[in-house]
């Protein structure tokens, strides 16, 4: 369960990864592709719950062949 | 038991048959264009996948009609057991059983599909590729039992499937997709020409422990190919 | 007890032509008694990691120490994948005992029943080295612990701590994916403390002397002494025992190697490159952070005035590239891509000036996307070439190479082997 106020991002798996690129598709405003087609994810943190790109973030979570992406709570460093 | 048979039942076991063997074709051929990476441009690589997620529901509904309408139908002896049991048939007891044994390898692709999040990647992709022998059973399954098997649309239809479906093999094959180990698409020594004796390691010492947990897949090292 | 405090050598003690025997071992030190205190000791002595990412080596065994498990293994790294580090092969070669005894020591201290000494398969020399001295105690008398010997195939990537888990655990020297630090590695079910060679060996000292024997040596922040493998512009690559904060000049003095260079490789072939005036400075962690380097793996190439830092740089990144494990994309294709634009940028061609270009766009793409170091080393060694030898880029970019460039004569790599022929178990 994610709640309001946690600082989350998307994380992904550099061996399970395989290069697929529908991360990029479902969330262009989070990763785009290397010239290799894999993944670089923005580290900026995802909006609060019901934002579109922590929407975007879950259908890439869901969408990704090798299951290489998780939505991961950041820890608050002050 | 229920004695219950009307002609209708065996026109929707016929009718569903064969468009369960048209949705796996259409499912064969998409999954290959899946792990082919195809798309990205008019079709997004992302839709493809949505596709062939969906279009395998639908596929299962077809096949659960087609069962179930020939289990129901009392004109030929098959139970419901012999839907998942192979040999077990009374009315053409191994065409029966390849379509069983088609039965059973949709299952389980199913069923590991849907724990895909609780089994390793590389478990799920081992079972997946079972799909191919899936097609494979359900032809041969619609070939030697069809009733309409020896129809001219029937036998264009079939020729029209496999040919997909080998086409897509074929495509998927040598295409070379997977895994980044054992490739590198600009290799250091690409062209290089230079040519080493080759060397056959010692066998090293067996491992401590083989785990089972580890979420690491074990990668074989692949053969080289551009990936761009 | 012939150890003196504030002398050298320390680990190197009883340097001859063939390793010390168990009692001449425990002529020159005494025997080696376990303590109840030792990790309480090894935290006051500020002992760091000398397998070059200098973490306290109390707190990495005290959370091995807290893991409540059955079987838990001590790992001693003798890998030494580096190719320009000797310090573990000389380690082995002076004194195997006192490794041993670190590694006892600590597998009594954090409660494991098994050590494992992991040698690269290809160096016999080590092998037999290790061999013998385990021989030799176990026919003195039990250990308590089993010691064994393994041998995985010697990549430069088997040394990461991860991969040599991996190949202990499953036989294939892959490093694996750590998101979560700190994070225990496990062979099976039981946790494992890995160490370097040299670790171990302070270990050794540290269980006999104690702390403050071992932080008369040192400055505060780097206390006590360590192995340097000097090589490059030397007449022999040499490895020596310095205490921490010596001059960088003077350790190349003592080496016998250039002592007004060009340029200093520090750290390993994934470290960083400093200009030749670096040789003021003490060679220690805190006081070679404002350069960008650290100490690493102890290692020192040299490269002299009559030398080509692209060519050599251009070298050291294409062997590199050739040792990835080849599991994460930005690894495996842009490592081979960083080392074709410095090849072209070496050769001063038509290609050079986009390659210099590419070099700086996809070092910065491949940073940090690995689930290892590995890449990440490589771009520290490309990106602080580029910076130190930055006239040279841009003359070499401009189609003028210097009249070094096209042999790399100072930073050795092994032989490049075919993509068949790599092996990872």
Sequence with gaps: MKRRNETLILRVDPILCDGFGHCAELAPEIVTLDEWGYPIISTAPLGAARSTSLRSAQLAVRGCPRQALWIEKVEQRN | MIAFTTPYLWYSSRATGIVSLVLLTVMIVLGALVSTRVGGRAVGRFEINEIHRSISMITMLFVAVHVGTTVVDSYVPIGFFSALVPFTSGYRRIPVAIGTLAIDLMLTVWVSSLVKDRIRNVTWRYLHWLSWACFAAADLHGFLVGSDAHRTWMIILQVICVAAVVAAAIWRITQRPTRAAGRTAHSPLAGSGQVAPKKTPPAGPRPLAKSGGRAIPPSAPRPKGSRR | MSIATHALPRVLTGAGPRPLTLQQHEEFFGPAHMRRDLLDELGRSGLTGRGGAA?????????????????????????????????????????????????????????????????????????????????ERERRGSLGVTVEIHTPPGRYIAGEESALVHWLDDNETLPQFRPERPSILSIGRAPVLVDNTETHAHVGLILRYGADWFRSLGTNASPGSTLVSVSGAVARPV?????????????????????????????????????????????????????????????????????????????????????????????????????????????????????????????????????????????????????????????????????????????SVPRLELEHELVWE
């Excluded at chain 3, 120490?65 to 890998?79: E, L």
């Design chain 3, 239 to 411: 490895v020596l025992e310095i205490a921490l904060g010596t001059p960088i000049g003077e350790i190349l003095a003592a080496a016998g190697a250039d002592t007004s260079p060009r340029a200093l490789l520090l750290g390993g072939y994934g470290g960083t490159f400093v200009d030749g005036s670096a040789v003021s400075t003490p060679y220690a962690n805190e006081l070679l952070r404002p350069l960008g380097a650290s100490v690493g793996a102890g290692v020192i190439v040299v490269l002299p005035q009559q030398s080509c830092g692209i060519t050599e740089t251009f070298n050291i990144a294409r062997w590199m590239a050739n040792e990835s494990a080849r599991q994460c994309g930005p690894c495996a294709f842009g490592l081979p891509a960083l080392a074709e634009s410095l090849g072209h940028l070496a050769v001063g061609g038509r290609d050079a000036k986009d390659a210099l270009a590419l070099i700086r766009e996809r070092s910065a793409v491949i940073n940090g996307r690995g689930a290892c170091r590995h890449p990440d080393g490589v771009v520290r060694l490309v990106q602080s070439a580029l910076s130190v030898f930055a006239d040279d880029a841009e003359r070499h970019a401009a189609g003028r190479p210097c009249a070094y460039a096209g042999q790399s004569r100072f930073a």
């Design chain 3, 55 to 135: 973490f306290p080596t109390a707190v990495k065994a005290a959370l091995l120490r807290d893991q409540h498990a059955r079987k838990k293994f001590v790992v001693v790294n003798a890998m030494e994948g580096e190719p320009a580090a000797h310090k573990d092969y000389t380690l082995a070669s002076v004194n195997p005992h006192l490794v041993l005894d670190g590694a006892l020591a600590l597998a009594g201290a954090i409660g494991a029943s098994h050590v494992a000494i992991c040698v690269a398969r290809e160096k016999t020399v080590m092998i037999n080295h290790f061999e013998r001295a385990v021989h």
